[in-house]
């Protein structure tokens, strides 16, 4: 590589990668707005719900509401005191696995990103 | 030589962009490190700061106070009379028995959130529109159904279907899907299954007196704690749960998460460490050389400390740049493969619904300068100590 050609090259990647960089608070932002057109559905189902807490962790009971069910779970001694596993894991298990095993055959069930 | 060539800090970028050519090897595990470490942590930053903003998203909608009942230190079924026990305390402006809970289904070899729709608090301006997917809100009495989305499909259920949840009581009865939630509402309602509440009663084998909780709505939030003392008089062994303390669940769990996904990261960030002590404790002999030849022809210390200040801004605001963009495509274009479930935590049945970043401009500036400053101020010492050296004593000795 001549040494214009790296020049050219290493200039290219440092402000194609700064530009990149503005982007970044500039597309979280339009998210957030799209977000905000959600706020109607998700405050008429938040108040049939027993809190506002996500389905990220149903299928531990405990974890389902940690606001709620926390303080009373097992190894919880307060509000946001370190929860067990699963979530929090490290290595999270086999969902795949899971998934089989409770429908065999398929993959219908929707699997993490 | 055309006009650009004549500017100073162009001839200094240049020069600088040389050198990193020189030394590509170097450049390109400092950069690489820096690029890894910055990576990580901007995409743990990113995710932890998404999932804290969207637990708050629902926060107007929570009651005031949960009121559960504890026996022997675990929660247990709650009175429905006991609602007419805090009824008249002063600030309370409604209470209300909630029957929820969960069922496990083995189909699906995990719970499902069973939550009770009451007949009482039904103006029709509560009535789900927003927030289905599919089909329409419940006709109470019905024993009729509303599910997430990914539960319907999983269970292979279509609008019109029926499902009998299991349940240790003879008076539940099978219930008639009718509608679906949005996809937007997915990390919400993945896997709850809405009914009447005297079908919730009877899924989950409670009595006609009996609650999961009391949801308490305050006239006015700062009579809290009060209202929470006189609540745990005059139900004794009452589990109280303020609004509050709830959201900052949320808020510490996921910032306790992110500290210890970054601490399992401890090797990669050491490992930058260690680069950043190598460029730290000396210039190698041919940066040291180089520098002699330089001042040799003319260059002064401070010369020598802008052109090595250039050299390091260079590497290091490519790696910075590179990293903070790979870490939020990381996040929120690909999911966080790898990270999510060590973050978030995982279930089998899951919301593919992505997540909305938190990330503004300061942020993104702050991470960026607090990467960005240690890691140039750091190039500064070792060409500093080569370039006060005489370049005559350098150059005889290489």
Redesign the interface.
Known sequence: ?S?NT??TA??S??LL??A??VL??I???Y??V??RA????????????????????????W??????????AAFADG??V??PD????????P?EL??E???PGTH?????? | MSKSHQNPTLLLLRFAVSGLKRRRAKALAVGGGLFFAVALLSAVLFLSDALRAESQRAEAAWPHLTVSSLKGGRPTATSVHDASKLRDILAVGSVRPRVWGYVFLPALQGNVTVVGVSSEPAPPEMALRASLGSGRDLVLGAHEMVTGKDLATFLGLRAGDELGLPSVSPKAKPLKLVGTFASNVDLYTTDVVLMDEADARAVLGYADDEATDLAVTLTNEAESAVVVKTVTERLPGARVIERGSATRAYVLAYGRRAGLVLAACIPVILALLMIAWDRLSGAGPEERREIAVLKAVGFSTKDVLWLKLAESLATGVLATALGIVVGYVWVFALGAPGLRAALVGWSVLYPDAPLTPAVDAAEVLGLSLAILGPFALLSIVPAWRAAIVDPMDVLRSG
Do not use: C, Q, W
């Open positions: 590589m040494k790296f020049e290493f200039i990647a440092t990668s700064l990149a960089l970044v608070p597309h979280a932002n998210m957030r799209r977000r959600d706020a109607s559905a998700i405050a008429e189902i938040a108040t049939r719900l027993p809190s506002g807490d996500l389905a990220l962790s149903g299928g531990a009971r974890l389902r509401f940690p606001s709620l069910e926390e303080p009373g509000p946001a370190p929860d699963p979530a929090g894991g490290m290595m999270a298990p969902r899971y998934n095993r409770a429908n219908a069930v929707p699997t993490s990103k």
